[in-house]
C-alpha cells in the first residue's frame, strides 16, 4: 500500500514536472529538434536519475577510471569525480560527483548557440558539432561537472565504427566542452553505465523515475522508496537546480559542506 | 571668427598630418612590435588551441575575459566623457572630445576581439548569429558590443565631417589616392550652409544622448555574464551598477592619459591645459569615491552574512591568497588616486596623470580578482583551482594595450587631432563662471 501511495505521488510528481519540462525550454526545444538524437533518447518513457550511497564508497575511483576507458578521456578529465570530504566533527568520506542532470540546468540556460540540450529522457547533453566554447556553462554549473578539451583527446586504441554523437560524443573535440550524459548510449543496449558497472562497492545506482525502479547491477530497488527510507538528499537543493542524483549519507557526517 | 584664428586652429590640428619624425617612428615602431608579438602569439594559439594557455578545468576564464571587460570599459570612459560634455554644453571640451573619442573606438576594437580570443572554436563564431538563443547572457554581449561599436564609430565620423571638408581643401593638391578620395568621399559635399550645421548639430546631439544608454547597457550586459550564475562573488544584484562604474572610472584615466600624450606630442599646449585636466580629475574624484561606496556596499551585504558561496572567496580576498593585490588594489588603486587628483595645488597636469596611471592598473587588478578567485572558488567540498597565465596570455595582453596608443597615432596620422569646427564654435562664447564648489578645490588659477 505504502509502495503504491509514494509510486503515485512519484509519477504525479513528474507529471508537473514534465509539464514544467515541457513550458520552459521551449527556446531551446526549436534549435534542439535539429539535433541528432539517438531512438533511446526520444523515449520520454525513462526519465535517468542515480542514486550514490556514500555509506559503502571507499574512494578507488574505479568509476572514474571506468568513464575515462569508455569515453576516451585524458586523466584530467573526471565527468564522475570522488572527493575527499572532511565534515566538521573531523571524518572524512568520499563523494563521487558525476553530472547531476539537473531539471532546472544553469548550463542549459546561458548556453548561446543550443549546444547543449535536454534529451526526452532527462539528460542533459552536449553537441560538439554545435558548441562554440565560450565555457559559459563551465561558469554557471554549480557544481564543476563540464569538462573543457584544452587540447585534443588522447588517440583511440581502435578507431570506433561510427560517428560521436551527443549521446556518445567519443572522441571528445577540440576546443568543446563535454560532460557526463549517464551513459545513454549504453542504456539503449541494456547495459549499465560504465561507472555503476565499475564500482566493486555497489555504491552507484542507475534508475528511472517512471518505472520508479533502481539498481547497482546487484539489487534493484524501488527508487522511491529507497530514497526516503535512506533520507537521500541532493547536492546544495538550495540552489533550486533539481538534480537528478540522490546521496545517502550515513556515516553520521552532518551534512554542511 | 576671423580668418588669422581659423588659420591657426587649423594650422594646430592639422600640422601633423602625413608627418612623422624620429620619435613619431620610434613609438610607431615599439608599439608595434608589441602588437605584432600579439598576433604572434594569437595566431600560434589558434593553430595549438586553448591548450597553450594557463586556463584549466576549474579556472576556465582568465585574462582574455578580464582583458574584454577592462578595454570594453576603457573605451565607454571616452564615450561618456565626450557626450556629457557635450550635453552640459561644457565649452572646454571643443579641444579633447575628438581625442576622448577616438580613445573610445580604439578601445572597443580591441576589447570587442577578446571574446573571439577566448573561444574554444573562433571558426563557429557566426554560430551566435545562425542559432543565438535570446536567453544567453553571451548574446546579449554579442548583440550590445556590436551596436554599440556601430554608435560609438558614428559618434567618432560626425563632429569630423566638417573638419573633413577643411582636410579636403586644404589638401586638394597634394593629397592623392585613398587619403584625398577619403576625405572627399567622408566630407559628404560639407560646406558649412547654415542648413548642415543645423543638421549636424541635431545628428551629434542624438548621438549624445543614445551613447549614454547604449555604453550602459554594454557593461551592464558584461555584468551580467558574471552576475548570473550562482558563483560566490559573481551572483550580486549590484554588479552591473559597479561595471558601469567601474568603466567610467578606467576609461576618464585613459582619456587624461591619452590628452596628456597628444598634448606633449604634437604642441597642444596652448588648446589643453591644467583646466582640462582638473576638470577631468573632478570627474576621476567623483567616479573614484563612487566606486569606492559602491564596493563598500557590495562586500558589507555579502561579507557580513558569508554565505556558503560568496564567504569563501571574499575571505580569500581580505585575508587569504588574493589579500596582497586586493589591498593593493584598494590602497594603491583607489585611495591613492582620490587623494592625488583631489588635493589643490601645484602640478595638476602631473598629478592627474600619476593618478591615471594608478587607478588604470587598479581597475584591471580588480578585474583580475572578480573573474580568478570567482572561477577558482570552491564548487564541490575543497578545491579551489590555481590560475597561472602563460605567455602567450601576457603577449596578447600586452599587445593589445599598445594597439590602442598605436591605433591612436594613426587614427591622428590621417585625421586632425582636434575638432577644428567645434573650437571654432565655442570661440567667443564666454565660459559659464565656475560652480561654488569646483573653485572651492580649484585652488589658484591655471598654471
Known sequence: MLDKVSRRHVLAGLGTGAMAAGFVPIAFEAAGASHPTAPSAQQKDRQWAMVIDLRKCDGCKKCTDACQEEHQLPANFEWIKVFQVSDKQGRSYFMPRPCFQCENAPCLRVCPVAATFRAQDGVVLVDQDRCIGCRMCMAACPYGARYFNYVDPPAAASPLA???????????????????????HRSADGKLPACVEACNMLALYIGDLVEDVATNGEETVRLSTFIKENDAFRYKEDLNTGPRVYYIAGHGQNLEF | MDAKTHELYVDRAMWNIGKTGPLWWAIVAVLG???AGAAYAWIYQLQRGLGVTGLNQKVSW???????????GISYGGAMTSAILRLTNAKWRAPITRLAEGTAVVALLVGAVYPLVDLGRPDRFLYLLQYGQVGSPVLWDFVAISTYLIASIVFLYLPLIPDLATCRDK?????RGLRGWTYRVFALGWSGEPRQERALLRGIGVMAVLIIPLAVSVHS???????VTVRGGWHSTIFAPLFVIAAMLSGVAAVILVIAGFRAGYGLQRFITARHFRYLSYLLIALDAAYLYFMVSEYLTEGYVAEASSGPVLEALFVGAYAVPFWSFVVGGLLLPLVLAALPGRRAIARACVASVL???????????????????????????????????????IGSAAAIPL???????????????????????SEPARPALVSAFAGGGDD
Open chain 1, 162 to 184: 561510427h560517428p560521436a554523437t551527443p549521446e556518445f560524443p567519443v572522441p571528445q573535440q577540440k576546443g568543446t566542452v563535454g560532460k557526463c550524459m549517464f551513459c545513454v
Open chain 2, 33 to 35: 612590435a608589441c602588437v
Open chain 2, 62 to 72: 582568465g585574462f582574455y575575459i578580464i582583458n574584454c571587460v577592462f578595454f570594453i
Open chain 2, 171 to 175: 589638401y586638394q593638391g597634394t593629397a
Open chain 2, 221 to 227: 550586459v558584461l555584468a551580467w555574464l558574471f552576475a
Open chain 2, 359 to 397: 587607478v588604470i592598473g587598479g581597475m584591471w587588478l580588480k578585474r583580475f580578482l572578480i573573474v580568478v578567485p570567482g572561477m577558482a572558488e570552491p564548487l564541490m567540498p575543497w578545491d579551489w583551482g590555481l590560475y597561472q597565465p602563460t605567455w602567450v596570455e601576457i603577449a596578447i595582453t
Open chain 2, 407 to 429: 591605433g591612436l597615432m594613426i587614427f591622428f596620422f590621417f585625421f586632425p587631432v582636434m575638432s577644428v569646427h567645434e573650437m571654432e564654435e565655442v570661440e567667443g562664447v
